[in-house]
């Protein structure tokens, strides 16, 4: 058994888990934050998409033990009691998401892209879900909502068509 | 060098099949906030069909989307229903959806007609009203009704239905007979870019025309558009399960059987043309599959036209494009020199 | 946000749970999950009348959140988690199964073959496709034993030490062979056709003759995967009033019921199914795979018993689309007006029935396209292999015929030189055409469609279908072109 300490969502958490246990059956396993998504666990589908560190990964690809002591942000983290995040709302907005099981892998990972971007075309939104698959959508919506979500970010008026 | 084309394909599918049983059953309940529930033995795959049903039921009986709770696939606690399939939910369970829907609100107009000193079929619901017709004024809140058929008539406004295309079969001999209750149509446009070099083809953007009756959500409906688009891509270009001599999948994981990314995914354009079916609700059909049929022959058109070859089986890999290209290429100087 | 914890702070609540034994240590208490409270409605939910408009999914909401709950998020006190063991072979015979090894492993509560299915058959019209293969394996991915275990980890284990011993077939794999009358049956002693349906309209061999010209095509399409996101889950449980509560990502219950109900000798009454929201259908869901074999664990143990398929069961295990081999022959006049046409289809069946009637009799009645053809033949078989089974997807054979129809279509178009929208235009449908099974059509908009979307992409006519093979002739052409 390993001891892992991982700061979730702004809060530290700790489990002893196998050494082979990867950050994703850790959170939803042991934290029961189920949020994130087992589709493939090998790294294809993303539905597992969670930030450590800032940074987007597939938590299937990753030892628990890999986390320890970093900051890991998921799906449930995103909102507050006072307020949806703006790609949340945008997705629901724009009906982004169809079956929604890789909804929170695609949000995550937008969001990973609009911290470090504020302003992307198109085709860097494509490249950044491009580790996201989706079976239900065409990814259409989903570009749409992540465009209308960096705008309000942006803090620039927002004008919605149709 | 990259060679651009453009194709097109349409496509007829059938809504509602009737050879043999479909029926969907609903029960629609109005409660006393002027709001209703809903239970249909249904699944929500992700298609949007609960917000479909619900809209349905809104739009019978004068309240919105909102308005209306929707309790599904639970064998204890839903009517039978024959499923998420066939792009029948919208058609066969949106139409028992409304006739429990109806068969409800006629409760209300019994119980409201006194209230409004007419007779029921001079009511309708609209607004969150029971309203005489023609004299908007002349109105009561449908929360108001709904109470009032409860508390004071002992009518709880509760309906129940179901739905099912006529069954015929056909005739064994000929197949000649009336196998669905109705038929939706598309057409998509494809425009390609292949690499004559490699073979590669990129989708760079399809416009799709889809008749689907009324479109209940048309927001929906773009949805389901887009996403029958991804899964055409995909069968035209990407996907193939293989097998070694043995019959055994040689690719079974997303690693090496590939669905489009976001990156695969061309511009895409919606239009809906405008329909109805009078044997639908609200004049509806039905979308969710035929999004898909139309792709693979669009896209395969289009290298056809940009290329000039032929691509008879599916996926049109690269290779197999390029294969194809070289073919031509050697074919060519046969053909100058005869 | 850099702020690693400090050695200092990891030590203590290290040592204390290394110390602790793993019986006494507290459940871990998930972290708080914080989610707005008072839900803002999208305005245009509230709207009347409610059809026609873009009113957001009622599910977008919890979709957004990350508070969807999939059957994989559900648990219960006491659960399990069951693996089933795939045959790994096309064709065999099962000598034996020994799963006593498996049994005695530690952790393993239940291990369940085909001789504990009390009715070892189903499938939505044949009852052709064991719950667990016994006796004979048809396609590699049969499911020949299932183990119950208090982990997963321990289930897949277990799995390694069932041995059975198989006397290995010659598969039959090709749709083609398999259509011969003496290639050995994949069912013996079922024939390997097992459905097959026939449209007959007018008289081709008199459209024929009045064609100015006679145009052949023959295609053929893959086999696909649903891949919905989500892969088949199941959790079953009985209750101590005899009943069984199987939450299930089934798109139809009604039917699952019954099979269920058939297999394993119960009264329906005596099942609860519950679908809670599906991750993704696509026609690959329609009915049972492991709800029986769930049950059983479940019975056996007394315990909850999950199950979710791994990506490569979801290939291999699951339904998949028919591959279609098709061949078409068409007459048409100079101008461009379909006179006759005659369509073979053999559909690649798999191993089992599953759906294929539903895509047989679709595939035969779309697959001459939505065009008016007063002479018409279409044949249509469906054979077993023994490959993975084929079932419901998506357009149930329509994107396979639709593929051929309308590549077809744009050959003839080709070689009489025409536009592919203008030949279509000439021979769609209208309103109360007749289908090729006879059905008068209504609220017919298939050429709406095509003007429609012929102008928003702005298709000029007069194109020639197979433009790019002049571009290959002459390499210097500039039409048509783009700098790669």
Same mark, same amino acid.
């Given at each position: ?162 | ?338 | ?39 803002? *409605? ?143 049956? *994949? ?298």
């Amino acid at each position: 058994m390993v001891t892992v300490t991982i700061n979730v969502n702004g809060e530290k958490r700790t489990a002893s888990v196998p050494p082979e246990t990867t950050l994703l059956r850790l959170l939803r396993d042991d934290f029961n934050l189920t949020g994130s998504k087992l589709g493939c666990d090998v790294g294809d589908c993303g539905a597992c998409t969670v930030i450590v560190d800032g940074k987007a990964v597939n938590s299937c690809l990753m030892l628990a033990a890999q986390a320890d002591g970093r900051d890991v942000l998921t799906i449930e983290g995103l909102a507050t009691m006072d307020r949806l995040h703006p790609i949340q709302k945008a997705f629901e907005k724009y009906a982004s998401l169809q079956c929604g099981f890789c909804g929170p892998g695609v949000i995550m990972s937008a969001k990973a892209l609009l911290d470090e971007n504020p302003d992307p075309t198109v085709q860097e939104i494509r490249d950044a879900l491009g580790g996201n698959l989706c079976r239900c959508t065409g990814y259409v919506k989903m570009i749409e909502a992540i465009q209308d979500a960096a705008r309000i970010l942006r803090d620039e008026p927002v004008e919605i068509n149709r | 060098m990259k060679r651009r084309g453009r194709g097109m394909a349409c496509m007829w599918y059938p809504i509602g099949f009737t050879v043999s049983a479909n029926p969907s059953a609903a029960v629609v309940k109005i409660d006393e906030d002027g709001t209703a529930t809903l239970l249909t033995g249904t699944v929500e795959t992700g298609q949007g069909s609960l917000t479909v049903l619900a809209q349905i039921v809104a739009q019978e009986l004068g309240i919105a989307t909102d308005d209306v709770q929707v309790v599904s696939a639970d064998t204890d606690a839903t009517p039978m229903d024959t499923g998420a399939i066939a792009s029948r939910t919208t058609y066969v369970t949106g139409n028992a959806a409304r006739l429990a829907a109806e068969k409800a609100k006629e409760i209300l107009f019994e119980v409201a007609a006194p209230m409004l000193g007419v007779k029921a079929d001079q009511l309708e619901a609209k607004d969150h009203k029971i309203v005489v017709k023609g004299y908007p004024q002349r109105n009561v809140h449908i929360g108001d009704v709904a109470s009032h058929a409860r508390v004071v008539m002992g009518q709880p406004p509760i309906g129940s239905a179901s739905f099912n295309p006529a069954t015929v079969p056909l005739d064994p001999e000929t197949g000649q007979g009336k196998p669905f209750g109705t038929y939706v149509y598309a057409t998509q446009i494809a425009e390609v870019d292949v690499d004559d070099e490699t073979g590669e083809v990129e989708v760079i953007r399809i416009v799709a025309s889809h008749d689907c009756g009324t479109p209940i959500n048309p927001m929906l409906v773009e949805g389901q558009v887009e996403g029958g688009i991804s899964m055409g891509v995909g069968f035209a270009l990407e996907e193939e399960i293989l097998f070694d001599s043995q019959g055994r999948q040689i690719n079974p994981n997303l690693t090496n059987y590939i669905i489009p990314t976001s990156l695969d995914m061309p511009e895409v354009e919606v239009d809906i043309v405008d329909n109805y079916d009078p044997t639908g609700p609200f004049g509806a059909k039905g979308v969710g599959e035929p999004t898909l049929v139309p792709t693979a022959a669009a896209i395969v058109n289009a290298i056809y036209n940009a290329v000039g070859v032929r691509i008879t089986s599916l996926p049109a890999t690269a290779e197999k494009v390029f294969a194809a290209i070289q073919a031509k290429r050697d074919a060519q100087p046969k053909q100058i020199t005869a | 946000m850099d702020k690693k914890p400090t050695v200092a702070e990891k030590v203590s609540p290290l040592k204390t749970v290394q110390e602790t034994p793993s019986v006494l240590r507290e459940p871990v208490i998930a972290p708080l999950v914080t989610y707005p409270i008072e839900v803002v *409605v999208p305005e245009v939910r509230q709207q009347t009348p409610a059809v026609g408009q873009r009113a957001t999914r009622l599910d977008g909401h919890l979709h957004g959140l990350g508070q969807t709950r999939y059957i994989d998020d559900l648990s219960f006190p006491g659960m399990l988690y069951a693996k089933i063991k795939r045959a790994g072979v096309a064709s065999a015979r099962i000598k034996s199964i020994d799963t006593k090894e498996a049994e005695a492993m530690q952790g393993v509560m239940a291990v369940v073959t085909g001789k504990d299915v009390p009715c070892n058959s189903f499938g939505p019209s044949l009852k052709d496709q064991p719950v667990l293969a016994y006796e004979r394996v048809f396609h590699a991915g049969d499911g020949v034993a299932a183990v119950a275990a208090v982990t997963e980890q321990i289930a897949a284990e277990a799995l390694e030490k069932i041995k059975v011993d198989y006397e290995v077939l010659t598969p039959v794999l090709d749709p083609l062979e398999s259509l011969k009358l003496e290639t050995p049956g *994949v069912h013996a002693p079922s024939a390997n056709i097992y459905q097959s349906k026939i449209i007959k309209k007018g008289d081709i061999e008199k459209g024929f003759a009045a064609s100015d010209h006679i145009i052949e095509g023959h295609f053929r399409t893959q086999m696909v995967e649903h891949v919905p996101l989500e892969p088949h889950a199941t959790i079953a449980m009985w209750d101590p009033n005899g009943r069984v509560t199987i939450y299930s990502t089934l798109g139809r219950i009604t039917l699952g019921r019954a099979d269920v109900a058939r297999t394993l000798g119960i009264p329906v009454s005596r099942i609860r199914i519950v679908a809670t929201i599906v991750g993704g259908n696509f026609g690959g869901k329609n009915e049972i795979t492991t709800e029986p074999v769930l049950a059983l664990l479940s019975k056996k143990t007394g315990r909850p018993v999950k199950s979710v398929f791994t990506r490569p069961d979801e290939f291999i295990a699951s339904t998949t689309r028919h591959p279609l081999i098709m061949d078409y022959k068409t007459g048409v006049t100079k101008d461009g007006k379909i006179q006759a046409r005659k369509i073979r289809l053999v559909l690649d069946g798999g191993a089992y029935c599953s759906w294929s009637e539903t895509t047989l009799g679709k595939a035969c009645i779309l697959s001459a396209g939505p065009y008016n053809i007063d002479n018409l033949y279409a044949e249509a078989y469906v054979v077993y292999t023994n490959k993975t089974m084929t079932g419901a997807m998506r357009g149930f054979g329509a994107p396979q015929v639709c593929f051929a129809y309308e590549s077809h279509m744009d050959d003839i178009a080709a070689l009489l030189n025409m536009d592919p929208l203008d030949i279509r235009l000439i021979n769609v449908f209208s309103e109360g055409s007749l289908s090729p099974t006879g059905q008068t059509l209504q609220s017919v908009a298939i050429k709406e469609s095509l003007l429609q979307a012929a102008k928003r992409f702005g298709w000029n006519g007069k194109g020639s279908a197979d433009a790019g093979a002049n571009l290959l002739a002459e390499e210097n052409a500039n039409t048509n072109m783009v700098r790669a």
